[in-house]
């Protein structure tokens, strides 16, 4: 069993994606970590620490997501972070960008962390017309907004924290 643990829930996959690049890039840099599905998670406690992550859906985490965070309260190591998938979240208009942040900055200060990221997100087919309308959207807009950069630049703020810690 590795140390650490990025736990995930994902529909489509794309938090599946990010949970593996930011394990990858920790045990790249020696910190021992492994990929675990939230919704089959059942003793987070057996590791030293934890980055949860999940979808948004409807500007807010994931219901899934939410649920088997409630099913684990009371287990979890220290949580080192949160980070969320949202499509609209590099092109949305401010309203919808200020109610994701505020969202996913609570699911992290629900859990003792202060640390939190939203990195895009991808969707199927382009976005339909109304939903343009209502997320304030621009046409042409891609459908895969992951901005692995800024997962990286994530990464490394809690690899530095953790080279910080005293020994255990
Ligand atoms: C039912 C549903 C609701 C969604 N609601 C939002 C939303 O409110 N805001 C947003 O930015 N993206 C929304 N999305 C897009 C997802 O955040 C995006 O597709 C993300 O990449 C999905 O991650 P996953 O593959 O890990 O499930 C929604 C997607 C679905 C399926």
New binding site residues.
């Given amino acids: 069993m590795a140390d650490y643990c990025v736990a995930y829930y994902?529909?489509?996959?794309?938090?599946?994606d990010m949970a593996d690049r930011i394990a990858e890039y920790l045990n790249e840099h020696d910190v021992s970590t492994e990929v675990k599905d939230l919704t089959t998670l059942n003793d987070p406690a057996a590791y030293r620490g934890m980055i949860l992550g999940g979808?948004?859906?409807?500007?807010n985490m994931?219901a899934e997501y939410s649920r088997h965070v409630e099913r684990l309260a009371g287990k979890f190591p220290p949580v080192l972070g949160v980070f969320a998938?949202?499509?609209?979240?590099y092109h949305?208009r401010k309203m919808?960008v200020n109610a994701?942040e505020k969202n996913v900055s609570a699911a992290a200060h629900a859990l003792g962390s202060s640390r939190w990221g939203i990195f895009g997100?991808?969707?199927e087919n382009p976005m339909p017309a109304f939903a343009r309308w209502i997320f304030g959207l621009p046409k042409d807009m891609p459908t895969d907004t992951v901005n692995w950069l800024e997962i990286v630049n994530w990464i490394q703020g809690i690899l530095a924290e953790l080279r910080e810690e005293p020994a255990r």
């Fill in positions: 994902s529909k489509t996959g794309t938090t599946q979808p948004i859906n409807g500007m994931a998938a949202s499509i609209t979240y949305g919808w994701i997100g991808r969707s």
